[in-house]
């Protein structure tokens, strides 16, 4: 059986990170000069830059749409983990974790240090990726391939479940008959 509030989890997760960034960037507001908000948004920063930077650019730089935002995708992503509908959460917990990585890579290459990887296709053609592996965006990274884990056995076993179920009831059908 699934538990809701682990499906929920990595979502909130991601939510938490952008509302942390939010509240950072208004308590910097408030407190220009103190070095230790500066460090929290400067920590906060990377996860959700790229997104906040094109919500302000279509939406206007309200931080009471931004709040709007975060609960209603934070709803959201509860009824999708409560609901009998399992693909729900399913694709609630996998666009939280694309949404992360797609974060932490636009980050990497605006404004963090990076580590290049370069790698070879069976080709012959060289590349290189710029990912910033430190040890939070790692951590959130693993965290959301244990949550997608998680979903896919969930998953799994309630489609298992159902096809046990359907075929109990074709072997009842089939002894009326």
């Known amino acids: 059986m699934r538990k809701p509030i682990l499906l929920f989890a990595f979502p909130a997760l991601v939510l938490l990170l952008l509302a942390a960034e939010r509240a950072a960037a208004m308590l910097l507001g408030f407190y220009p000069a103190s070095p230790a908000v500066w ?7 990377p996860f959700s830059t790229m997104f906040w930077q094109q919500i302000n650019l279509y939406l206007g730089g309200s931080m009471a749409l931004d709040a709007a935002i975060i609960v209603f995708a934070t709803g959201g992503c509860w009824m999708a983990s409560r609901s009998k509908w399992s693909a729900g959460f399913f694709l609630a917990n996998h666009a939280a974790m694309l ?14 240090a990076s580590r290049i990887a370069a790698f070879t296709t069976p080709r012959g053609w060289r590349y290189s990726l ?18 997608c884990a998680y979903c896919h056995a969930a998953f799994l ?14 072997l009842t059908l089939q002894r009326d008959l």
């Open 39 to 45: 460090h929290a948004w400067l920590e906060l920063r």
């Open 99 to 112: 949404f992360a990585g797609l974060m932490i890579a636009l980050s990497s290459h605006a404004e963090t």
């Open 130 to 147: 710029m990912v910033d592996l430190s040890l939070q965006n790692c951590l959130v990274l693993c965290l959301g391939l244990a949550a």
């Open 157 to 170: 076993s309630e489609k298992r479940l159902r096809s046990e179920t359907r075929s109990v009831r074709m």
